[in-house]
């Protein structure tokens, strides 16, 4: 932070859970992007290849939800991946859909990236200590599942209907 | 989560901090779209406002590194907000750069948001009461200010070149 930031008011911003989300949540992929770069992949990549790799033969769909990606951003994603020859669409038996493996390409790929999503995750845990990542992982699940501690303060509906699923992100 | 996701198998994804910390992130903000769509205004742009409220006649520069929000970004975001007449540049004194104020439109915008921001961060605290909500931000901004708790585990240099500043992301 510059010495000029820390006159600027940011009001209820540091209070407020999506605020302070974004922030460690960019600061988060900052490192790994730098730590990715040489292999030109991004987090959202590696997640569809993990996937693909520990669940070879799963469709587009089951993949996009699983990570709750947009259908449409998925397609893209995957165009990318099998153009660069790391994954590949066969047609899947019922012949409606397609099913996703990794190349021999893409396994060499994950292999090498496994060393470096380590040294990646070391340097956060760093940051927070074993325990302070486990508490704060506990934490963000329990925003993901989306689950009220307590009756809600003003309007039940509101935290159902708000409440997220798996593919709506 | 569907029925079909709970076969899958997410790997080392659900111990990750930067996975779990973007599923958090994609939640939260899902629910701040359907609070603040009706204003038709999205995370940053109300972040922005707040700068500016709370400041008035900053420079684009102060408050786009006050958010870490990259120049090109924030130039773009302004104009949008400038030309639905919520926000305004000035001249600055030395000519050389601009001073940003609201218009009275945006001052009557941020009192209408007000209301809806305390809903959306009520339904979030709700998911993890008050005092998971204080452990969370501290431990969110562990991870932004990226002090090491301890020796890094295999490579100084590495936490050091890559921690995080204000303007990176």
Redesign the interface.
Known sequence: ??E??KT?????????????????????????F??FAPFDIR?AQF?VL??I???PG?TQT?VA??L?IKRTNFVGMLDELEKRGFAERRQARDKRSYALYLTADGSALMRKLKPV?K???????????ED??D???A????????????A????GK??RT?R??????
């Open positions: 932070m510059s000029r930031d600027i008011d940011l009001g209820p911003l540091p209070e407020l859970i999506g605020y302070v989300l974004r922030r460690a949540q960019l600061a988060v992929f900052q490192d790994f730098a730590a987090p997640s993990t996937i790799e520990r669940n799963l089951q939800e699983a709750g999503l040294s990646h995750e070391a340097r956060m845990i760093d940051r927070l200590g302070g990542r508490r704060l992982v934490l963000l699940s329990e925003i993901v599942d989306g689950k009220p501690r307590r809600p303060i003003r309007n509101a935290s708000l997220p699923g798996s593919a709506e992100t």
